[in-house]
């Protein structure tokens, strides 16, 4: 099967086309913005967050892994990096591995063009040349198997588990059969049901990965006195009926379908292989799908049970409910309804069909709910203590 894309220098292919402003720091959060801002153009983006500073070991290492993921992600067709000068996370590095994907990528230091108003107007002036020669860009055919999906689910009610997510599933076995890949995210909701994940692993190797990380992120909780079996599901779960974290684990696994799992890699990294892939995120939307984004996913399947508006600056997020409540009262914020396979009037199969041609039309460029309405919310998770 075949889209039509933006073919990259390194052979990846983007379904936006985007010129990205990238903070290297928390410091450089306002200039990225105003430079995106004054661009006036929907395809120029800045990506900002909170981290860049104050961070060592791993930590350190995690953000600068996913900023550099951002940067290489196929839908970006080049990069401004924006740093402060001071900062722990290495502007100079940020730039010179996004580089190695063969797109332009230039790069700032607000100290050293002299403040604010003097780095925007640096920065305003490489967006124009950038942005002369993205305008020349034009989509091209390209094979599915160049797809990566990431798969979230955020304020999950009872609808969840057994219309949307399994709704997603049947499309993400499909993109798996084609070729393409699918990351599966959210460690924390793989909880009291990470057996059955294992036992779907390719290897040994894979299915003990699959049981360190969710041990991992038990452990982590405990640490600060917090028993996460005790703690999920969250009031907003409760609140739309579920019951127990394993009952929020299943439902959470019914996006990944039936395929067998490749591999599990870190937050932030990119999958070395085909096939359904588990990143190790936190369960908090955000930050989860920014680490797949790093990981070059170009688009995102979202459940919502409750509702959520939540964006990304850099790939479209499709939200799918089957709450027909919250299709309704959230009617602006929602692309897929299923709440007719409750109601006997589609099935989950048939409701899946129609999501996956939704999902073509979007690669394609059509637009979702949180890129008309502005949704480019981004953050990347910490593990470790600022210094």
């Known amino acids: ?56 070991g791993i930590d350190k290492e995690q953000t600068l892994r ?10 970006i067709s ?73 798969l979230e689910c955020g304020g999950s009610d009872a609808t969840s588990g057994i219309t949307a997510n399994p709704v997603v599933g049947e499309v993400s076995d499909r993109v798996v059969k084609e070729g393409g890949t699918v990351i599966l995210s959210e460690t924390t909701e793989m909880i ?28 982590s909780a405990k640490a600060m006195q917090v028993d996460l079996r005790g703690t999920q599901p969250t009031p907003g779960n409760i609140a739309g009926g579920l019951s127990t974290i394993e009952e929020k684990s299943l439902g959470c696994l019914a996006k990944a379908g039936k395929s067998g799992i490749s591999a599990v890699i870190k937050y932030g990294e990119s999958p070395q292989c085909k096939g359904l892939v588990i990143m190790d995120t936190p369960g908090f939307d ?17 459940t919502t049970g409750r509702g959520t508006p939540v964006g990304s600056p850099v790939a479209p997020v499709i939200k799918i409910t089957g709450n027909s409540q919250v299709a309704a009262k959230m009617k602006e914020n929602i692309d897929f309804d299923v709440s007719a396979i409750l109601e006997g009037k589609a099935t989950i199969l048939s409701a899946s069909e129609q999501l996956f041609s939704n999902m073509l039309n979007v690669i394609e460029g059509e637009k979702t709910s949180s890129e008309i309405l502005g949704h480019r919310e981004a953050s990347i998770t910490r593990i470790g203590p600022s210094v």
Request: aromatic fraction near 4%; charged fraction near 20%; proline fraction near 1%.
């Open 1 to 56: 099967m075949k889209f039509r894309g933006y073919i990259r220098e390194n052979g990846s292919v983007g379904i936006r086309n985007y010129i990205l402003v990238l903070s290297s720091v928390v410091c450089a959060n306002h200039v990225c913005a105003k430079i995106a801002e004054q661009a006036q153009n929907e395809n120029i983006v800045a990506f900002c967050h909170n981290n860049g500073c104050g961070q060592i």
């Open 78 to 150: 080049a990069v401004l990096v924006i740093g402060l000068g001071c900062e722990g996370v290495s502007v100079k590095e940020i730039a010179a591995a996004i580089s190695d994907t063969g797109k332009p990528v230039e790069f700032l230091l607000i100290q050293e063009c002299g403040g604010t108003s003097a780095t925007i107007e640096a920065g305003s002036k490489i967006i124009n040349r950038l942005e002369e020669r993205r305008r020349k860009q034009v989509r091209e055919e390209a094979d599915l198997d160049k797809l990566v999906v990431a």
């Open 286 to 302: 955000v930050e989860s799908v920014t680490g797949m984004l790093a990981g070059g996913a170009q688009i995102v399947l979202f």
């Open 192 to 219: 009291g049901a990470e057996h059955i994940l294992s036992s779907r692993a390719f290897c040994a190797g894979v299915a003990d990965s699959i049981n360190i990380i969710v041990q991992n992120i038990e452990q």
């Open 66 to 75: 996913t900023l550099i993921g951002i940067g290489k992600n196929p839908n």
